[in-house]
């Protein structure tokens, strides 16, 4: 049986990839040398080849970072290598909570080491050809060294609790993690831009003037209550340019990044922003932490169903049963569900991403927050022209395209 789990891993594992290798190549199929009819007056020729570029150097790059890891795994698996990484620990403590921290802390730090020399390549040499990269040698390190330590403070405390819920619990193991988790995710929900952005980045009140005026102004019109807007220096890594909502109640929060600033005119800004208040009046922040909570319930349910049982363990070549390894196993045994349950999330997030834009059509101006997409889009060399399954597996945000004619529409009936 522990064989037949083993090889179901593997199967798993080795269908994920050849699915990915599948999309890639479907969304290769709509590539094309000469600029698109539908994308006449958004991408100018010399702009779309370019943007056609950076799509096929990063599938192309994506190929090799993917191969690399499936190796990686799958030698892993047929060489014993979760097995002999337990066996390491157990030399050195047979206390479970430091099992589990030394088992995932090994292989968390062997796989960025591994790693690194990508996403080296993906900052310095990728982004760099395009025009994107601002990040420095150490800016690089650092970020490296305050994900690692933020790795270990965080990620080490969640899972030492859940392994000392579990010893301590039982029966009961699934419903208390639950609610430390889900205490733990609210409690990053409502302050994650006051405690992690800042080890990053820095956030600075927008200051006093049109445009501040124009959003305060706006947020007034739409009875949403706004005293936190902050700019982030999002060009200390990249000419990409975002804002973001975080926070719940009065710890909301709207960030702009200053490379968005740099970029857009002040009608453009208020439209997005628009947009990311439309998320909050249509309730999207509050109905996404709640379906994320639902969906860590259920996946702990089901984790409480198998945990105990030592196949999961042997599947893996452990000689002893421990819950580090196991969570292991049912983790990969549990990615098919987890592909499903992203599906789902991401037919609901681009169904609130239209919300959304139909919020700041109606309530400001469809032409600016067109204007908005149309220059990130190009800004980003975005691939405006996906194939429906790629954008069906990977899209959390309708095209460009799609939203366009949405708002279009709002335009003909304002008309």
Excluded: C
């Amino acid at each position: 049986m522990a064989q037949t789990i083993f090889y179901i891993i593997v199967g798993i594992i080795i269908f994920d990839y050849f699915l990915e290798r599948i999309l890639d190549y479907l969304n290769s199929t709509y590539w094309s040398n000469k600029l698109p009819k539908e994308l006449e007056g958004i991408y100018d020729a010399e702009k779309y080849k370019k943007s056609q570029e950076y799509e096929k150097t990063k599938q192309r790059f994506s190929f090799v970072t993917d191969s690399f890891n499936l190796i990686l795994m799958l030698l892993m698996l047929f060489l014993s290598g979760f097995a002999f990484v337990d066996d390491l620990v157990r030399q050195y403590t047979q206390n479970p909570i430091l099992m589990a921290l030394l088992f995932f802390g090994i292989l968390g730090f062997a796989a960025d080491i591994l790693t690194t020399p990508f996403s080296v390549y993906s900052t310095f040499v990728i982004e760099e050809k395009f025009g994107f990269n601002k990040t420095t040698p150490k800016t690089f390190i650092l970020d490296k060294l305050k994900g690692w330590l933020l790795a270990l403070i965080i990620g080490g405390g969640l899972l030492a609790l859940v392994v000392w819920i579990y010893e301590s619990t039982g029966e009961w193991f699934w419903v208390i993690a639950w609610a430390a988790i889900g205490g733990f995710t609210i409690f990053m929900t409502m302050f994650y831009s006051n405690l992690i952005v800042p080890l990053f980045n820095k956030q600075t009140p927008l200051e006093e003037g049109g445009l501040r005026s124009s959003i305060e102004s706006f947020a007034k019109k739409v009875g949403f209550r706004l005293k936190n807007i902050f700019v982030m220096d999002g060009s200390k890594r990249s000419s990409k340019a975002n804002a973001y909502f975080s926070g719940l109640g009065a710890k909301k929060r709207i960030v702009l990044f200053d490379t968005l600033i740099k970029d857009h005119t002040n009608e453009e800004l208020v439209g997005i922003l628009a947009h990311e208040i439309g998320h909050y009046k249509k309730k999207h922040t509050l109905t996404g932490t709640i379906i994320s909570l639902l969906q860590t319930g259920l996946m702990l349910y089901i984790l409480s169903l198998f945990i105990g049982n030592p196949l999961l363990s042997e599947a893996l070549g452990a000689k002893e049963a421990s819950f580090h390894i196991s969570i292991l196993a049912f983790g990969l045994l549990y990615s098919p569900l987890s592909l499903i349950l992203g599906l789902v999330m991401n037919i609901v997030s681009r169904k609130n991403e239209f919300t959304a834009d139909r919020f700041a059509g109606e309530n400001y101006f469809p032409k600016a927050l067109q204007e908005a997409l149309i220059k990130l889009s190009v800004n980003h060399l975005s691939n405006l022209r996906p194939h429906p399954a790629y954008v069906f597996f990977y899209y959390s945000h309708p095209t460009l395209l799609q939203r366009l004619k949405a708002l279009d529409k709002i335009r003909y009936h304002q008309s």
